[in-house]
């Protein structure tokens, strides 16, 4: 949809060469709002930052935006005023009765595409949608599809100079509003799919830690360092999320391996190694498989790779591997090295560190490692 859109919004620019200055800016506005929704997945603040930059653009001085929430509910999202106050004295809106007239506006049986709210709606509906008496108002049901999104309130203030929206901007505020819907179903569809996606982790980090109570303790110390060096690197919100996700499960694939291999006391044997290097790509395979959790597949199943090719599975080097992946790397060795392993002897902070050091460059990516020690003062605490 977002594609279409904009293909059309680029036509309407090459071909108004010839209009009014103040025609091609607000279609010049509209390629930017399409660019602009795209980057924004907080639903919240895309709701408030649509309603202001749509008013800038269509150069009204009221735009709302009402959106019926996972329970059903309708209350407002945003609202921007050009003039000051934007409710009807001030209040807050009567939830009932917004619900009411959202549900009218969006009745699956109206295809309405607009209402003018002088001549559609009561002035009880106005009211409920907080439109001032004297104003001039347009009220866009936005749907996607057959779902009801919301409502979008574009208001004016009434002169005789100065109409809402002329009739050669119809075409042009369907389209916002055909955008402003599609944002922010994609938004509501995230926070599902993130809602969902804590819970599976949270769910495979308790079968995990039943397995091996020791990983469970292990990948947690290992999160808490990986978001740390996700700041130091400029990872946005989601990506430290997902690194933090990866971290809790990177090794969600030992759950695969038999007690005999993964509670061993001693050494494994080249055998029982092989076998266990097997748990990145069964990790991966796992979460893989898992609505919300594909990206962090790619994580898990790099996390032993190294910078010169000698790592598993897939014997990537340098820049081949992700920089998250990268990261769990740096991340999962000290915590081995720090915490200990049955078969291997619990190791002081500094010495970890300078095993680390040691590696840089050949198992380990030396940038990551020199932001890692960097984490720590001088005692070995996070600074």
Not at 101 to 129: I, M, T, W, Y
Not at 235 to 247: K, M, N, P, Q, Y
Request: glycine content about 8%; proline content about 4%; hydrophobic content about 40%.
């Amino acid at each position: 949809m977002a594609q279409t859109i904009d293909g059309i919004t680029r036509y309407y620019i090459q071909n108004q060469t010839g209009a009014p200055a103040n025609v091609q800016e607000k279609w010049h506005g509209l390629s930017d709002l399409s660019h602009y929704l795209g980057d924004l997945d907080d639903l919240e603040e895309l709701a408030q930052r649509a309603s202001r930059h749509i008013a800038e653009i269509l150069k009204v001085d009221l735009c709302q935006v009402i959106l019926v929430d996972l329970n059903g509910h309708y209350r407002c999202s945003a609202s921007y005023s050009r003039l000051g106050p934007v409710l009807e004295n001030d209040s807050p809106l009567d939830p009932v009765a917004v619900e009411r007239v959202c549900q009218k506006l969006l009745d699956p049986e109206n295809n309405a595409r607009l209402f003018l709210g002088q001549e559609h709606l009561s002035e009880l509906e106005r009211n409920s949608l907080g439109i001032k008496k004297e104003d001039i108002s347009w009220v866009i049901p936005m749907r996607v599809e057959t779902s009801g999104i919301g409502v979008l309130i574009l208001g004016q203030v009434y002169t005789s100079e100065n109409l809402i929206l002329m009739p050669d901007s119809y075409y042009l505020v369907d389209l916002i509003a055909d955008q402003l819907a599609n944002a922010i179903y994609r938004a509501q569809w995230n926070d599902r799919m993130e809602s969902l996606s804590i819970e599976t982790v949270l769910v495979l980090s308790k079968t995990l830690e039943t397995r091996d109570l020791h990983s469970a303790s292990h990948s947690k110390h290992m999160a808490a360092l990986s978001e740390q060096l996700a700041e130091r690197f400029g990872f946005s919100v989601r990506d430290t999320r997902e690194l933090c996700w990866a971290a809790l499960l990177h090794d969600i694939g030992k759950i695969g391996v038999k007690d005999t291999i993964l509670k061993k006391k001693g050494p494994l044997t080249q055998k029982e190694w092989a076998v266990m290097k097997t748990h990145p790509e069964i990790g991966a395979q796992i979460v893989s498989g898992v609505p919300g959790l594909e990206r962090i597949a790619p994580l898990i199943s790099a996390h032993h790779e190294r910078m010169d090719g000698q790592g598993y599975p897939l014997g990537l080097r340098g820049d081949e591997i992700p920089l998250g992946a990268r990261i769990l790397a740096v991340t999962d060795a000290y915590t081995t090295m720090t915490d200990g392993r049955p078969y291997q002897k619990r190791r002081a902070h500094a010495e970890a560190l300078q095993e680390l050091i040691n590696n840089s460059g050949s198992a380990y990516d030396p940038e990551v490692v020199k932001s890692f020690i960097n984490l720590f003062d001088g005692k070995g605490n996070p600074n």
